[in-house]
């Protein structure tokens, strides 16, 4: 079984300074690692993902996030936010093939400050 | 992305009906598809996985007679409230599993509010 921690439920920051939301999991097994960011009233979209091969992966809007194997964490970061990223962030792991579920995080919510 | 899409996107029903939400893949083909409940500011709760032409498996503490699911075709996954009441109410997320690609795609959700 896998499981995902958020620690920060919340996080303010001014527009255009960085950020990082932090993501740790645990698993037996190795694991997939995902982003997803989930806007007001709407549903899930995927930011990025780790399946295999680079431990960094980007997504097209500024984002990117590290597989750290050692530490068990998927850290997501942007080096400059907008407001337009005001939305809550969800990490998520799965099992690699099959009918494996995703556990979510709790998720963070991402404040921007104009 | 790939896109699924999730209908209605909202409904008010009234306590002791019934409602079908529908969940469709639009531009793959999905083998697993699953439904998610999630309350205000909470993260999603699993609660059933469903492949296709085989019977769901529902999380612990579901009611599998209460929230029924059919996946039909590779497309097509529905979930039936069934005698629908007020601690019903919820925002009712699917998603469909894209197995080339090991991802899950998510729907919009759709929003029930029971009176």
């Known amino acids: 079984a896998q499981s995902v921690t958020q620690l920060d439920s919340q996080v303010p920051v001014f527009e255009e300074a960085p950020v990082e939301l932090r993501c740790n999991y645990s698993s037996s097994v190795s694991v997939y690692l995902f982003w997803y960011v989930q806007y007001p009233n709407q549903g899930l979209q995927l930011l990025l993902k780790y399946l295999s091969g680079s431990t960094l992966v980007e997504s097209i809007n500024g984002f990117e996030a590290e597989f750290n194997k050692s530490q068990t964490s998927f850290h997501l970061r942007k080096p400059s936010v907008h407001i337009s990223d005001t939305a809550e962030y969800f990490c998520?792991?799965?099992?690699?093939?099959?009918?494996?579920?995703?556990?979510f995080g709790t998720g963070t919510k991402l404040q921007v400050i104009p | 992305g790939a896109v699924v899409s999730q209908h209605p996107s909202w409904v008010i029903c009234k306590s002791g009906t019934s409602v079908k939400i529908e969940c469709r893949s639009l531009d793959f083909q999905a083998t697993t598809m699953f439904w998610y409940r999630q309350f205000p500011k909470q993260s999603l709760m699993l609660m059933a996985t469903s492949n296709e032409g085989s019977k769901a498996t529902y999380e612990q503490g579901v009611e599998k007679d209460k929230f029924l699911i059919n996946h039909a075709s590779l497309t097509l996954s529905t979930l039936t409230v069934t005698s629908a009441h007020p601690e019903d109410s919820s925002f009712y997320i699917c998603s469909g599993r894209d197995s080339l690609i090991e991802t899950q795609y998510f729907g919009p959700g759709t929003r029930l509010l029971v009176l």
């Open positions: 998520a792991v799965s099992a690699p093939g099959g009918y494996q579920k995703v556990t």
